[in-house]
């Protein structure tokens, strides 16, 4: 039973982990145990790696990675009534304390005391199996696959993106950023019922990929291209009603009111390390609506079901696939950020 361990920053190996097996050895009543088939690498996983830390959590022990997992469930606990042995499922990676306060407001994601897959200290799941509660498990339909499945996790930070938004049919977007959270806010974005969606990016490859999604929507390389230009000529100088910041990068969180209409609204997605500076009398003047988002809550169902009907076909993201026995190369690669990829999975042995 051998889990994908970070022993530190830049050490992968694979290799047995004798804890974890002990830690799961427990089934609670509203458990089940799942079978692991598809983990997709995400930005986090390979921070951690490079980093060996994403801002507070810091990785002090060895800890396994991944968090955006598909599996089979393979044993229900006592109470399980919604999940039989052999269900097809996806996991939403971070489970709250119910009696939280923020859980019982409903803002569960923003739980002090959430555990989350993969964020130091709670192991993630490029392992064979792993005890998740039904709450957060959820049933696939036969016409989605497990690939599919591994991308829930990022598309439901795409789906809570356009949640905050208040998209209305007809809206124009902007979403800076051509990177797999960018695609998957686009991709929410009309789903949502978005006219048309500006993407942004530097990178030629990714921004093809963009428009190879979807004809409404356009990319604008910011090397040789003025986004705001663009947006405004298209508008008749009025502007997006949504812009989605996903960058991360300060220089394009300092220019998100720019492209904006009055009265709309901006979404920050991208993680920040360091505090950064924003335009607020351009945020005044257009009486700018600002939201954030961390993770996301409540959205795994809609996630699924926009993929079984065909609302959001995730497919063209998943740019490569790896053998688990090859999961450190898989890492490698990942951190060397090729650029013609988006979402690479790691397909464990069944
Ligand atoms: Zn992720």
């Not at 974890?20 to 996983?45: A, F, M, N, Y």
């Not at 998957?184 to 009309?190: C, D, E, K, N, P």
């Not at 351009?282 to 409540?298: L, P, T």
Request: hydrophobic share 45%; with cysteine.
């Amino acid at each position: 039973m051998k889990s994908l361990v970070l022993e530190k920053k830049d050490d992968l190996s694979l290799r047995d982990f004798p804890e974890i097996d002990r830690q799961e050895e427990i089934l609670g009543p509203r458990d089940v145990r799942i079978k692991l088939h598809t983990v997709g690498i995400c930005g986090s996983d390979v921070h951690y790696y490079t980093h060996g830390r994403i801002g507070p959590f810091v990785i002090e022990e060895p800890m396994i990675l991944g968090h955006e997992g598909a599996g089979t469930v393979i044993e229900t606990g006592a109470e399980v009534t919604g999940l039989s042995i052999g269900d097809r499922v996806c996991m939403e990676p971070g489970v709250p304390d119910p009696n939280s306060r923020a859980a019982r407001l409903g803002i569960y994601n923003v739980d002090p005391a959430v555990r989350f897959w993969a964020t130091p200290p709670v192991h993630g799941i490029l392992r064979p199996t792993c005890v998740h509660p039904e709450a957060f498990t959820f049933k696939l339909p036969d016409n989605v696959s497990f690939a599919e499945g591994a991308m829930v996790e990022p598309l439901a930070v795409g789906v809570h993106a356009a949640t905050k938004a208040r998209v209305k049919p007809g809206d124009i977007g902007v979403v800076m950023g051509a990177g797999p959270i960018g695609l998957v806010t686009a991709l929410s974005a009309l789903a949502a019922g978005c006219a048309r969606i500006y993407v942004s990016d530097l990178a030629e490859k990714k921004l093809e990929i963009a428009q190879s999604l979807n004809p409404a929507i356009i990319p604008v390389n910011i090397a040789n291209d003025d986004l705001v230009a663009r947006v405004m000529k298209d508008t008749d100088g009025w502007g997006a009603d949504v812009v989605w910041e996903a960058t991360g990068s300060p220089k394009a969180a300092a220019t998100v009111f720019e492209p904006l209409a009055p009265g709309g609204c901006v979404v920050m997605i991208g993680g920040q390390a360091e505090p950064i500076s924003y335009d607020a009398g351009a945020a005044m003047i257009r009486e700018a609506r600002v939201e954030n988002i961390f993770r996301y809550a409540h959205v795994f169902p809609r996630c699924v079901a926009m993929l079984s009907s065909g609302a959001i076909d995730i497919k063209p993201l998943i740019t490569r696939t790896f053998d688990f026995g090859d999961s450190v190369e898989a890492f490698e690669v990942a951190a060397s950020a090729p650029p013609a990829d988006v979402k690479m999975q790691i397909i464990l042995p069944q």
